[in-house]
């Protein structure tokens, strides 16, 4: 495994970094979070036009073809400066689903929009209890016609009120075994029978509600096959951990480098609290857990960009980033003092997203029993060698 990156991925790095802190600094942030889109669409065009939405979609349906670690780096650097935008689910998400399952006409009807124009989709899988086990998919999609008719409310749906479409994991049968029976829909957001509402959070990521009354979706709008979208959500899930766990890899940097800043600035007693030895062990620590989930994103990142995607790994890194992240930044805080906690200070608004991302593609929990379900069939090389 190398972890050295090639010149052409240092130069998304270095355009990445450069187009967000030059497009949105952290005054635009908090301006961006009394937006009732939650982002900025002008600068959402300008991404658009520099290719940034095309970075792995095939050159045939007008991307860069580029590779998984692309895909990491540029979410590294989104999370590094807490970019509030739909890139994540519309391109990390919804387009990798479409390209690798979708039919000949739909990737040639849908990438190329997504890639030229920035068309915004989102992704609706949680409901009642919030989580991406299987039998909480319940919303019902009964066939009529030359279509199904959805039924039911999806949770948490990202940026749903400036999507144009709504990839939906519904139930198209009851079966003893909750994995079976599960389709995905591609559903036009302006549907009759499609109502979307806000659902206030603290860090105004804007998640939505989405009722589905009688929405009817013709089976040409279907994703892979029927009754068998479990596959579709899993890789979906396996693929957005280990890319959100970069954005979260990036704001824990950034929240080390603020506090590490700010601990050499900050004079106390005529001497910066910086020179004071329990917040230098403080940010030692820190250091310690920023390099740890970072290598830990990288090798998981590195396993799929060669195909051999690893599905224990991929769930030890969303735990290890949930856990890493929200820690650097309440230490970050405390270095800060009191003020850390006001908005004022950009340490909160990390802290904020820290907790905000905790749920995003599985909470610790959720990925501590895939873990666990890995464990009972792993066989350690030295025993395999036997």
């Known amino acids: 495994m190398d972890f050295g990156f090639s010149k052409d991925q240092d130069l998304i790095r270095k355009s990445a970094r450069e187009f967000i802190e030059k497009e949105c600094p952290k005054e635009k942030v908090r301006e961006l979070k009394q937006d009732k889109k939650g982002f900025d669409t002008k600068i959402w065009k300008k991404m658009a036009n520099l290719g940034f939405m095309g970075l792995v979609i095939a050159e045939e349906y007008h991307g860069t073809e580029g590779d998984f670690l ?5 979410m590294e650097e989104i999370g590094r400066n807490i970019f509030p935008c739909p890139f994540f689910i519309t391109v990390c998400q919804c387009a990798p689903a ?8 739909q990737k040639k009807n849908i990438l190329p929009k997504i890639a030229e124009k920035g068309e915004i989709w989102s992704y609706a899988v949680n409901e009642d209890k919030a989580d991406y086990e299987a039998s ?35 139930r198209t ?19 009759d029978g499609v109502e979307i509402e806000e ?59 603020i506090a ?5 600035e900050r004079f106390q007693f005529g001497k910066p609290i910086g020179s004071f030895q329990s917040l230098q062990h403080r940010l030692v620590k820190m250091l310690t857990e920023v390099d740890g989930l970072k290598n830990l994103v990288y090798e998981a990142a590195w396993n799929i960009d060669e195909g051999t995607p690893n599905k224990m790994l991929n769930s030890m890194v969303k735990v290890k980033a949930n856990n890493v992240y929200h820690r650097v ?3 970050a805080v405390y270095i800060h003092g009191a003020i850390g906690w006001t908005e004022e200070m950009d340490i909160s608004l990390y802290l904020l ?27 350690p090389d030295f025993l395999a060698m036997k």
């Open 98 to 105: 479409i390209e690798e399952f979708g039919t000949a006409a």
């Open 329 to 331: 930044c309440f230490d």
């Open 353 to 379: 997203r820290a907790k905000a991302n905790e749920n995003d593609c599985g909470g610790t929990n959720f990925h501590r029993e895939r873990i666990a379900k890995e464990l009972e069939s792993y066989e």
């Open 70 to 74: 692309d895909l990491m780096i540029f």
């Open 260 to 264: 590490n800043k700010y601990a050499k």
């Open 199 to 257: 659902i206030p959070t603290a860090a105004k990521d804007m998640k939505c509600e989405v009722r589905f009354n009688n929405v009817t979706v013709s089976r040409d709008d279907v994703l892979g096959e029927i009754d068998k979208g479990w596959a579709i959500v899993d890789y979906v899930l396996q693929y957005g951990a280990v890319l959100k766990s970069a954005e979260m890899s990036g704001g824990t940097q950034a929240a080390l480098d």
């Open 173 to 191: 049968t009851q079966s003893d075994n909750p994995e079976e029976g599960i389709t995905l829909f591609i559903v036009d957001a302006n549907s």
């Open 136 to 170: 909480d998919i319940q919303l019902s999609a009964v066939a009529k016609g030359d279509g199904y008719v959805l039924n039911g409310t999806k949770l948490f749906v990202p940026y749903a009120n400036s999507a144009k479409k709504i990839l939906v994991v519904g």
